[in-house]
């Protein structure tokens, strides 16, 4: 069983659409975060939810909304996508104590035509 | 908030060579000090951490040092094969609150 699972794997769309990307954890983690990762390879962190409270949120355009129905769901809708929107997005979890590592999903290649 | 450096961004290693990789970070409450491995078009997997409370950790051709007076971490990998090429991460955590280094991508050449 594949612990972070995310969908879609690909998504390629035009300029201004709205879409999502799902994300769900059955490691039982209090925890879930969404990353950028851009061609240069940096994550950058998006959000952070607590059991399904933003605890996290830098600098991201409104444009960007997460969404956690309950504490194994963490949800990102993208509204009006940017050329700049182009990169993979992975989401992530971890227990939420100390001392414990993320687990990461396999990762969303989004393409902005 | 918490800031980590990571260097070389690129290294280049023979195969059997051994392969360096150095962090720092700003903030003294930062407790924990995981790894990540990224191959290309992967996930970033954990391969090794290390908590505050010890100084180094060692898991067969990988090892990671921690100075906290310092404030700063390295990975150490031993013996280097073909399939340690990836791109590596440091990071820097309290609590719930991961703070990554900007990656280091590793070539080992046969």
């Known amino acids: 069983d594949t612990a972070v699972s995310q969908t879609p794997k690909y998504l390629v769309t035009q300029m201004g659409n709205d879409k999502s990307i799902k994300c769900e954890q059955n490691?039982?983690?209090?925890?879930m975060y969404w990353y950028k990762q851009d061609s240069k390879k940096f994550l950058k962190i998006m959000f952070s939810y607590n059991n399904k409270e933003l605890i996290i949120n830098e600098t991201v355009p409104n444009r960007f909304s997460p969404k956690s129905p309950d504490k194994a769901h963490l949800n990102l809708h993208i509204n009006s996508l940017e050329l700049g929107d182009s990169a993979v997005y992975f989401c992530a979890s971890s227990p939420g104590d100390s001392n414990q590592p993320q687990h990461f999903g396999d990762g969303t290649r989004l393409s902005i035509l | 908030g918490e800031n980590v450096e990571q260097h070389p961004s690129t290294l280049s290693v023979q195969e059997g060579d051994s392969a360096v990789i150095k962090c720092t970070y700003s903030?003294?409450?930062?407790?924990?000090f995981p790894w990540y491995k990224q191959e290309l078009g992967k996930r970033p997997q954990l391969i090794i951490d290390i908590r505050s409370n010890v100084g180094e950790k060692k898991d067969q051709r990988i090892a990671v040092t921690l100075n906290k007076t310092a404030k700063h971490f390295s990975l150490h990998i031993t013996e280097t094969q073909p399939e340690d090429s990836a791109v590596y991460f440091c990071a820097a955590s309290y609590g719930n609150q991961f703070y990554f280094g900007t990656g280091t991508s590793l070539t080992v050449i046969p």
């Open positions: 490691l039982g983690h209090d925890t």
């Open positions: 903030d003294s409450a930062s407790n924990y």
